[in-house]
């Protein structure tokens, strides 16, 4: 029998993600990938993977899997107990599984989103260079959407070292109050120096709109430049004409309850973009659950490559560790 | 229609986007110049380059700032802003493609029902209300406007596949429509909509806040490929395409739809080059010759 996982319960939105589907945004198709690329990359090397493979991507609630085949998995990201035949297993560790076992979770009880990266990668097929589901285009993944009860996921099989295990500083932490770094820009001249006050001074809370489309938050309104508007953009002031999103730009339709756009972001639109999130931290955004308190913190151009070169750095030193 | 033409703006969009933007109101020239720069950045293809996106008076470039510098790039950018400059000499290669639409078909008409109370004119479909605030005596004669003058394709995206098109008619002519006042939760898959001056066409099913006017037969996008128009790749779109909309019948309709379901559907498309300086001194002109190659 090849080996392949059974879902027995899909938990609430499990989807196929890997390193990402870069290069055709322009046709208005997202990069895709694990939300939280740094977790993902953990689990993938903790089993032996090139750390863009093909993992699950687990939102909130685990779901419950059969492996028809022995293999070797990690889980790491969001706090999640990982249970094998009802027997807890460590997170941020490599373990076996054996032929009929069943991996289950526990609750949450921190971050959002939990990476299984199981020995071999997904064996689903590859779309545009990537395994990654991309749902809202019904593209990629297993069948292009989440993980539903019954289905059979492929594997490509074989088993990796057990016991491997991330050192406590090279996990990513989760926390309630967390601070994104962003580069200011784009339509930030749209806000007054008071809307512009308002939100790098605001503490602002997760809404439960939160997907890999975008995260919306709730916390204060921006003060926006009286204008006429300019013909094409439309008549509120928080309107463009619409433009390209970047990944990680923050818009602010109406000026209140910016939006944060991740992995799976629609690729334009008409809304005044304020900021952008730095590359890196997207995967805290990532790791944030509901009523996650949230400060947006102004860095340059250079301080957001100084961020990115000290997670390249991390990226490094895990590589290592797991060597 | 011609305006002169002022600095674009750059700005980062954190540390791997760049975002310019060539004028802060819409007009086919500032698209224009969009789709001349980016071409010819395509072409060049630096390494370091992810994605290149061009949008209706603006584009973005993602890159790989461990790869290529961020200054260097912006400064590449402002080079290529000045050698395109107005883009009145500039021509490219672009397709006519010609788009069936079934104005007020039932699916659209269902849903657009159930969403009345986010719409301006609950009492009237979106149809008649586009109609009458631009000024035309009946729908039909709205229909004939809206099909009568080719579209330009100015932005791909939202979700995979949209076009955005842009009326190819002086300013004075241009249907403009508000979005709803709040998006819709539904919206049917080929739906032909409209929203500010951009008509558009949905790819797919979902939420959207945009007028709608009819459906098309035509798939614009086929994650599986399995359709003549998408053997190269899934998306039938691509930014800088002209459209004809032409109106059909349910029967025409249905029969497209028996062509789509047995896999010999094809949107007839052909070659062709566009330059602005002509266009712009002629539009009406320019327009019957461009869509010549579909008679």
Known sequence: MTASIEVRKPGLSTTVQDGGRPGYYHLGIPPSGGLDQYSLAAANLLVGNDAGAAALEIVYMGPELLFTAPATVAVTGATMQPRVNGEDRPLWESFDVAEGDVLGFGY????????????????????????STYGLGGLGGFSGRPLAEGDVLPLRGGTGRTGLVVPGDLRRPMSKDVEVRVVMGLYDHRLTDQGRATFLDTTWTLTPVADRIGFRYTGAELETVDREPPFGAGQDPSNIVDAPYPIGSIQVPGGVEPIVLHRDAVSGGGYMMVATVVSCDLDVVAQSAPRTRTRFVEVDLDGALAARAEQRDRARRLREALG | MSTAVQDARYSWGGDEFVFV????EMSLQANFRAMAITSRLRDERPDGIVDICPANASYQVHYDPDVLDPRELLAHLQDLERAVGDALDVSLPSRVLDIPVLYRDPWTTETLMRFRDRHQDPDATDIEYAAR??????????????????WFTSMVGFVAGLPFTFQMVPRDRQIVVPKYLRPRTDTPKQTVGYGGCFSCIYSVRGAG??????????????????????????????????VKFTPIDRDQYDDAVAQVEAGTFRVTAHDVDFALEPFLADPDSYNARLLEVLA
């Not at chain 2, 605030?133 to 080719?150: C, K, L, Q, R």
């Not at chain 2, 359709?227 to 930014?239: A, E, G, I, N």
């Open chain 1, 108 to 131: 949450l009880t921190a971050g959002a989103r939990a990476y299984l990266a199981v020995s071999g990668g997904v064996d689903v097929p590859d779309v545009l260079g990537s395994r």
């Open chain 2, 133 to 150: 605030i631009n000024g035309y005596t009946d729908v039909d004669e709205f229909i004939a406007a809206h099909s009568g003058s080719p």
């Open chain 2, 21 to 24: 933007e060539l004028a802060e």
């Open chain 2, 209 to 242: 806040g945009y007028q709608m006017f009819g459906i098309t037969p035509a798939p614009i996008y086929d994650p599986t490929q399995s359709l003549p128009d998408f053997t190269d790749f899934l998306v039938l779109f691509r930014p800088g395409d002209i």
